[in-house]
């Protein structure tokens, strides 16, 4: 297989996971209308796969997703990419290590964006998957990679692979796009549950230490381990 089949192999690859992982986001009613998007680094290209602007859900698949490269500029699809594109294109620079990105307006997640207000640490589920409290990240217009600048700031140096950009959502990482979208369905669970624990009185804080254990075992304990 030559190299060009391979990275169409590759590309072709990501489109179906990326289209497939937008029924997530409805399924688990983090979207409204067309808002929200999915995208997904090709493995050994400078390029990345992302939902096309405007396009209902229900009309996504693979071969209507778009492939971009590094600086946001369309590569090849028939769609315009999401207007988003720049915000993701930021962080695959940025970021090497990110493989997947999404962002969404979740309603629990978003009014603690619009509180400019951190999700303080208060579960153990959150411990587990954020490592800690669910930072806030700096107000952005949409149109450039002002938001990408702001997710890399504030992600830079953080266990949390969400943030929430006030006045705007959520935007979650991930070694892939389907880690992503569970840090973005995680995101919007810990949100709901900790704003109805406010009703009730305030959160009682997990103390760093055992955030920091739980956070380990989670991570590099729970689930299956594929055999050495």
Known sequence: MSGSDLEAGR???????????????????????????????????DLFVIKP??????????????????????VEGEHRPSSDTAAHAYVYRAMPEVGGVVHTHSTYASAWAARGEAIPCVLTAMA???????????FALIGDDSIGQGIVAT??????PAVLMRSHGVFTIGADPRAAVKAAVMCEDVARTVHVARQL?????IAPDDVDRLYDRYQNVY?????R
């Open 11 to 45: 590309a072709a690859a990501v489109r179906r996971i990326v289209s497939d992982l937008h029924a997530e986001l409805v399924r688990n009613r983090l979207v409204a209308w067309t808002a929200g998007n999915v995208s997904g680094r090709i493995p050994g290209a």
């Open 53 to 74: 602007s405007g396009v209902s859900y229900d009309e996504l698949t693979p071969e209507t997703m778009v492939v971009c490269d590094l600086d946001g500029n369309l």
């Open 128 to 138: 587990d998957e954020f490592g800690g409290e669910i930072p806030v990240g700096p």
């Open 155 to 160: 992600l830079s140096g953080h266990r949390s």
């Open 201 to 205: 009185g305030e959160p009682l804080p």
């Open 223 to 227: 689930g299956q381990r594929s055999p």
